[in-house]
């Protein structure tokens, strides 16, 4: 079974300030998608970023990038130019890629970074 | 634009009784899925759904069940309840068999067990 680690259970960074949030995963699959989402206090899940692993590419969403190391099995968020608006639970999350039939597999969440933005 | 419907919002049930949530996903979406969050927790995936049939199954336990009928709407129901299911529950849905599409989440139903 896949696992999602984050080792950060609390980051805090200055707005304006870079940040980097990491995450490890174990899959045997080879064909898989990588996320983050974001969970505000609303509770509200949202979707920040998306990763196939089959592009060596690094995806990126304006002020959010990502560092993809497959061989490594490791995925981190940066955030730059950090806002007050990004304080939130971050979830990194997996989920392997279906080769054929209808439907998606369920997503494997991390326990979560809380990210704290000081003003 | 039209997002993923949870009703109710808030539900407070005492021990041993049963709750159905309610999931209207968005319109021409066909695949639903089911997650609890506990709280402090991550969310665990509970159970999806296409094309009216069970896709995945993860750690749902026996006193729920759940389906997706013809409008492609979903309903989870959860009978015996403990202390233990009072968490977030939250439903997300995506367009058909196409493994690229994210997953739209709805706000959330929140049960509280009493």
């Known amino acids: 079974a896949q696992t999602v680690t984050q080792s950060q259970p609390e980051m805090s960074v200055q707005e304006a300030e870079t940040v980097t949030l990491s995450c490890t995963y174990d899959t045997s699959e080879s064909d898989y998608y990588l996320f983050w989402y974001k969970q505000p206090p609303s509770r509200q899940m949202i979707l920040v970023i998306r990763q196939e692993a089959y592009k060596q590419q690094n995806a990126t969403e304006n002020r959010f990038s990502v560092n993809f190391q497959k061989a490594a099995k490791s995925f981190s968020l940066k955030i730059s130019d950090s806002q007050l608006g990004d304080a939130a639970m971050y979830f990194c999350?997996?989920?392997?890629?279906?080769?054929?039939?209808?439907?998606?597999?369920?997503?494997?969440f991390g326990k979560g970074t809380h990210l704290i933005i000081q003003p | 634009a039209a997002g993923v419907i949870q009703s109710p919002r808030h539900l407070i049930k005492e021990k041993r009784e049963t709750a159905t949530l309610k999931c209207y996903p968005i319109p021409r979406h066909d695949t639903v899925y089911w997650y609890q969050q506990g709280p402090g927790q991550d969310p665990q995936f509970l159970i999806s759904f296409y094309e009216k049939m069970q896709s995945d199954k993860g750690s749902i336990p026996d006193r729920f069940s759940a389906q997706q009928f013809s409008d492609y709407h979903s309903e989870l129901n959860m009978s015996s309840l403990e202390l233990g299911d009072s968490a977030l529950y939250f439903c997300?849905?995506?367009?058909?068999?196409?493994?690229?599409?994210?997953?739209?989440f709805g706000q959330g139903t929140r049960l509280t067990v009493v």
């Open positions: 997300a849905s995506s367009l058909g068999a196409r493994d690229k599409t994210e997953a739209f």
């Open positions: 999350a997996y989920r392997r890629y279906m080769y054929s039939g209808g439907g998606a597999d369920g997503l494997t």
